[in-house]
């Protein structure tokens, strides 16, 4: 028996020990699950990204190349702007772009009337990459959300979490027309 199933025999392969995921049961009191969030959210997104980065490993992708090639998917742009978007230095992107550069995802074109200043584009390389880190990192989440039991609860934790991007964005507009 498992102590957090609530009385229920634990999933094969699902205990406390170390590695592995715990299952907690639905009847979970507001009072425990206070306690589970208040001490877990910025814990449980670390341990969340790291799936992802698992995810990703088996497509040969980097987190930080992923969030790359995330950005530049949705339009080419200046390295200095994608440094910006990351809130990361200027080198840290260039050794990123190089990388990407170099695996035929991403392309620099220099900006007409600006020979000074290159656009970054992702290739269509780039774009089958993305197409299947996508995938890879969907299928991971969706394996790991069908452990909390009921179908719909699965569902509805992969929605709240998709949930996260718009409030992202707004926050990060918000934050920048507050600048200077």
Same mark, same amino acid.
């Given at each position: ?42 814990? +449980? ?21 992923? @969030?790359?090639? $995330? ?5 080419? %742009? ?5 440094? &910006? ?8 992107? +260039? ?16 900006? &007409? $009337?600006? @020979?000074?200043?290159? %656009? ?30 009921? &179908? ?20 990060? @507009? ?7």
């Amino acid at each position: 028996m498992n102590p957090t199933s609530g009385g229920r025999p634990a999933a094969p392969g699902v205990g406390a020990t170390r590695g592995q995921l715990i299952r907690y049961s639905n009847s979970v009191t507001a009072e425990q699950h206070g306690v589970l969030t208040s001490r877990g959210t910025g814990r +449980t997104i670390a341990w969340l990204a790291k799936q992802v980065e698992l995810g990703l490993a088996s497509v040969d992708l980097s987190l930080p190349q992923y @969030r790359v090639l $995330g950005l530049l998917n949705e339009g080419s %742009s200046v390295s200095s702007a994608v440094a &910006e978007q990351l809130a990361v230095r200027p080198p840290s992107v +260039t050794a990123l772009i190089d990388g990407l550069v170099a695996r035929g995802l991403v392309d620099r074109r220099t900006i &007409e $009337g600006d @020979r000074r200043r290159i %656009s970054l584009g992702v290739t269509d390389e780039g774009r089958r990459m993305i197409a299947a880190a996508d995938a890879a990192v969907d299928t991971r989440m969706a394996d790991i959300a069908r452990m909390l039991g009921d &179908e719909d609860d699965g569902a509805g934790a992969l929605a709240d979490i998709a949930r996260w991007l718009p409030a992202l964005r707004s926050y990060l @507009r918000a934050c920048q027309a507050e600048r200077p």
